[in-house]
């Protein structure tokens, strides 16, 4: 009895003082959040478990941010106090977006690396890079061999990929160098594993440096290659710049290899996984389109397009044997193969003896600061939502596609705007009457209904050039084009966190990260976020895509009385042909609002995983797997790790899953930690009133927060700090721009007269049902607010 109130007291007295601790040090101003017990808080599916209810503000220096967004967390020894966000649970951060505390910094600081080290870093760098350099030039000796054939459905790949450029070139090989480098002052042990994942290397500058960009006065419009967005870093979010990551990378030597499973055994191939896990199977969406697919589509081509490695003189690497036969001896296999291996009794594959799935891995991009470390894979695209993929990233490709008088070139067919025609070698198909369409990224034809959007938007611009033109006559070519960009390029942005976002996310995330437009100007630009992309996002979220793509589109005439033409997707893909049929674009948008679009889960459609790109082949290639591939080769993390990262409790045994994916994924993964994250993020049940699991969504809505917080040029913000602002006027105007409005004011208007307005809602919401083209419901801009006194 005595001891049982002995302990009684000391459980009694630890509780006081740890309550005590808890307000006065770690949680200063508890105010309302004691009097709630949330100890257990419920989001979508998943319970987040606090120990402490949350803080109502944060400690000392510590700021009040979506787990996501603080990295640190995941490590062993953070301190981290749970906090109220926006009618959620965020966590305090002292690193904020980094994953070491300032005072790890400084201890790293105090073992600098020697002189010496860095020199022989250096020689040992550029003796590899020779060696690598000279052994895959001589691989074209072997060209018939070691490069794609045109016919293959690898050809399609490279088409969807490349962005060979010289510049990409050099970079790359400076990417190269500099991790080479790495690699070698660690093998002599000068910087530790350690300080290498956390990215402690800043101070060590590698063997290549790129001069940075200059940056003349503040100009109005954004630059073309991204460029200057900020002045203090100006590299940020340029093209040609790295993916930045949200945890350390899983490389399997901690700088470029290919990670294995955790018993250090191969992972699984990733056709296996594809082959397993990601089936055929139609669950149609019961509210959303399929625009709202293909817009993602024109959002991802955007801002993220891989640089992947090519042969010197610009052709797709090889890296199967006879297309896919089997894989090529290794002494015939480029640096950057790194092919996906297929299973004699693959169900499919076997049935045409292929073994072997063409993949080349994606370059990399040197750190702006000359810094040595892990790689980081290229963009080849802007970060920015700016619409590059329509106006292109570099002053050649923007002035191949204007034309005088302010506008875009355009192909006059038979009166009807259509992108300038291209050669054919952008095209698929070489059969007589095969049209291919410029863009500002080459693949613009990648499938029919991107194509359609290119060519809204290009009528867009033209639109809009003209009618600036007329109100303005003062001004002449150059201001016409450039004012025209800078209004498209906010309607874009406004279309996305207006209209796309909010159905992706569900009203919960985009309130906790406060994405949606505000009343008038925004203050949220801050100087200090990079809006760069997240290898997490582009090698893994943003494809979440993938999944909700539908393996036939219903082409619509309501003329002939509904479905006109049921087109299997491979057909048109690098095969827009089609587009130069007079009723054609009518009818796919048609289609593109009235069909429903798939829902994330873990479905692909065949189109994409066995036919994409097949040509005249009986089989294409697996999309799902080269998917699983591609987060290998940017070293994202496992599974697992994002799970932590966004607050929820990893998976230790298969059964956790539901009964559908527990065996499966019991079949190929050895152990719950090896499951890839674009696997196990389709797997997941959507958030509240969204279309995306939690992991996902909160990976997407931490991109497009620093989309936004880290643009200087982002439409919504406010002259004191964007050298482009729009007056309150203006900006009134073009927050009244939907999709709706663009795709009536762009429609060949031969079959199509009426629209949804909610343009990535299907017709049948109530609610949505088609208005005139003409109807108030879908509202325009008022471009006479453009007109300069
Ligand atoms: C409509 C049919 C589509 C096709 C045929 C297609 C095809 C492809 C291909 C071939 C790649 C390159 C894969 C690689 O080598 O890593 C890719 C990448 C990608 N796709 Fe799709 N895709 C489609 C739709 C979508 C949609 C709807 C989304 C998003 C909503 C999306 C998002 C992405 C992203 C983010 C990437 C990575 C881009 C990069 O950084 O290289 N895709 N897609
Ligand atoms: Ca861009």
């Known amino acids: 009895m005595c001891l049982y109130n002995s302990v009684l007291r000391l459980f009694v007295y630890n509780s006081v003082l740890r309550l005590f601790v808890y307000v006065v040090v770690v949680c200063p101003v508890l105010l309302s959040a004691l009097a709630r017990d949330s100890s257990v808080?419920?989001?979508?599916?998943?319970?987040?478990?606090?120990?402490?209810?949350?803080?109502?503000?944060?400690?000392?220096?510590?700021?009040?941010?979506?787990?996501?967004?603080?990295?640190?967390?995941?490590?062993?020894?953070?301190?981290?106090?749970?906090c109220h966000l926006e009618g959620s649970v965020g966590i305090c951060c002292f690193t904020f977006r980094e994953h070491a505390a300032e005072s790890d910094h400084s201890a790293r600081a105090s073992t600098a690396i020697s002189a010496d080290d860095v020199k022989a870093s250096h020689q040992k760098s550029r003796q590899t890079l020779a060696q690598w350099m000279s052994i895959a030039g001589k691989l074209l000796e072997h060209s018939a061999r070691t490069l794609v054939n045109r016919t293959s459905p690898s050809y399609g790949h490279h088409l969807s990929v490349v962005t060979h450029d010289a510049r990409a070139a050099t970079l790359g090989q400076g990417g190269l160098l500099n991790l080479f480098a790495a690699q070698e002052l660690k093998a002599r042990q000068a910087i530790s594993d350690d300080e290498l994942a956390l990215g402690f290397t800043e101070h060590t500058d590698g063997p290549f440096c790129l001069p940075p960009p200059t940056c003349s006065s503040p100009s109005r419009y954004r630059s073309i290659g991204g460029e200057c967005n900020n002045p203090t870093h100006s590299t940020w979010g340029a093209i040609h710049t790295g993916f930045e990551r949200l945890l350390p990378p899983d490389y399997s030597d901690g700088t470029w290899a290919m990670r294995t499973a955790k018993s250090g055994l191969p992972l699984p191939s990733a056709?296996?996984?594809?082959?397993?896990?990601?089936?055929?199977?139609?669950?149609?969406?019961?509210?959303?389109n399929l625009m709202f697919m293909q817009f993602g589509q024109f959002i991802a081509h955007d801002i993220s397009a891989g640089v992947v490695f090519t042969a010197d003189n610009g052709s797709a690497i090889s890296c199967c044997a006879n297309d896919g036969e089997d894989l090529l001896p290794s002494e015939l296999q480029h640096f950057a193969c790194a092919p996906i291996e297929v299973a004699p009794d693959d169900l499919f594959y076997g049935q045409f003896q292929r073994k072997c799935i063409n993949f080349v891995r994606t370059q990399i991009a040197p750190a702006d600061d000359c810094s040595v470390g892990y790689a980081k894979q290229m963009n080849g695209a802007t970060h920015y939502p700016d619409l590059s993929h329509l106006y292109g990233s570099s002053e050649e490709k923007l002035s191949s596609l204007r034309e005088a008088g302010g506008l875009l070139r355009t192909f006059n067919d038979f009166g009807r705007e259509l992108p300038p025609l291209t050669e054919r070698k952008e095209c698929l198909s070489m059969k007589e009457g095969a049209a291919c369409f410029e863009s500002g990224d080459a693949h613009g034809n990648q499938i029919i209904s991107l194509t359609v959007l290119h060519t809204i938007f290009t009528r867009e611009h033209n639109?809009?050039?003209?009618?600036?033109?007329?109100?303005?006559?003062?001004?002449?070519?150059?201001?016409?084009?450039?004012?025209?960009?800078?209004?498209?390029?906010?309607?874009?942005?406004?279309?996305?966190?207006?209209?796309?976002?909010?159905?992706?996310?569900?009203?919960?995330?985009?309130?906790?990260?406060?994405?949606?437009?505000?009343?008038?100007?925004?203050?949220?630009?801050?100087?200090?976020?990079?809006?760069?992309?997240?290898?997490?996002?582009?090698?893994?979220?943003?494809?979440?895509?993938?999944?909700?793509?539908?393996?036939?589109?219903?082409?619509?005439?309501?003329?002939?009385?509904?479905?006109?033409?049921?087109?299997?997707?491979?057909?048109?893909?690098?095969?827009?042909?089609?587009?130069?049929?007079?009723?054609?674009?009518?009818?796919?948008?048609?289609?593109?609002?009235?069909?429903?679009?798939?829902?994330?889960?873990?479905f692909v459609?065949?189109?994409?995983?066995?036919?994409?790109?097949?040509?005249?082949?009986?089989?294409?290639?697996?999309?799902?797997?080269?998917?699983?591939?591609?987060?290998?080769?940017?070293?994202?993390?496992?599974?697992?790790?994002?799970?932590?990262?966004?607050?929820?409790?990893?998976?230790?045994?298969?059964?956790?899953?539901?009964?559908?994916?527990?065996?499966?994924?019991?079949?190929?993964?050895?152990?719950?930690?090896?499951?890839?994250?674009?696997?196990?993020?389709?797997?997941?049940?959507?958030?509240?009133?969204?279309?995306?699991?939690?992991?996902?969504?909160?990976?997407?809505?931490?991109q497009f927060d620093r989309l936004k917080k880290g643009d200087r040029f982002f439409y919504e913000h406010e002259p004191g700090v964007n050298p482009g602002a729009f007056t309150t006027v203006q900006l009134l105007e073009i927050k009244k721009v939907t999709l709706s409005r663009l795709i009536c004011d762009n429609r060949d208007g031969v079959e199509l007269s009426s629209q949804s307005p909610a343009a990535f809602l299907r017709p049948d919401v109530p609610g949505n049902e088609p208005v005139p083209c003409e109807s108030p419901r879908i509202l325009s801009m008022d471009l006479s607010k453009f007109k300069e006194n």
């Open 271 to 288: 056709r296996r996984v594809s082959s397993t896990l990601l089936l055929d199977g139609s669950h149609p969406s019961s509210a959303h």
């Open 605 to 702: 459609t065949e189109g994409l995983s066995r036919y994409m790109f097949h040509g005249g082949n009986p089989y294409g290639v697996d999309l799902a797997a080269i998917n699983i591939q591609r987060g290998r080769d940017h070293g994202l993390n496992t599974y697992n790790q994002y799970r932590r990262l966004v607050g929820l409790e990893p998976y230790t045994e298969f059964q956790q899953f539901a009964p559908s994916a527990a065996q499966r994924l019991s079949s190929v993964y050895e152990r719950p930690d090896d499951i890839d994250l674009w696997v196990g993020g389709l797997l997941e049940e959507p958030v509240d009133h969204g279309i995306l699991g939690p992991t996902f969504a909160n990976i997407i809505a931490d």
């Open 41 to 82: 808080v419920t989001h979508g599916q998943e319970h987040y478990h606090t120990k402490d209810p949350p803080c109502a503000s944060c400690p000392r220096l510590g700021r009040c941010v979506p787990k996501v967004q603080c990295p640190a967390h995941v490590r062993s020894r953070s301190y981290n106090p749970a």
């Open 463 to 602: 639109r809009v050039a003209r009618e600036l033109s007329a109100l303005n006559p003062g001004w002449d070519e150059d201001t016409v084009f450039w004012e025209t960009r800078r209004i498209l390029q906010a309607v874009f942005q406004h279309i996305i966190y207006n209209e796309w976002l909010p159905l992706l996310l569900g009203p919960q995330i985009i309130k906790t990260f406060q994405l949606l437009p505000s009343e008038g100007y925004s203050s949220s630009y801050d100087p200090h976020v990079n809006p760069s992309l997240s290898a997490e996002f582009s090698a893994a979220a943003m494809r979440f895509g993938h999944s909700t793509v539908d393996g036939r589109l219903m082409i619509q005439s309501p003329k002939m009385g509904g479905v006109y033409e049921s087109i299997s997707i491979p057909e048109v893909m690098f095969q827009p042909a089609r587009m130069r049929l007079r009723h054609f674009m009518d009818r796919l948008l048609i289609g593109l609002s009235h069909q429903a679009m798939q829902t994330v889960d873990p």
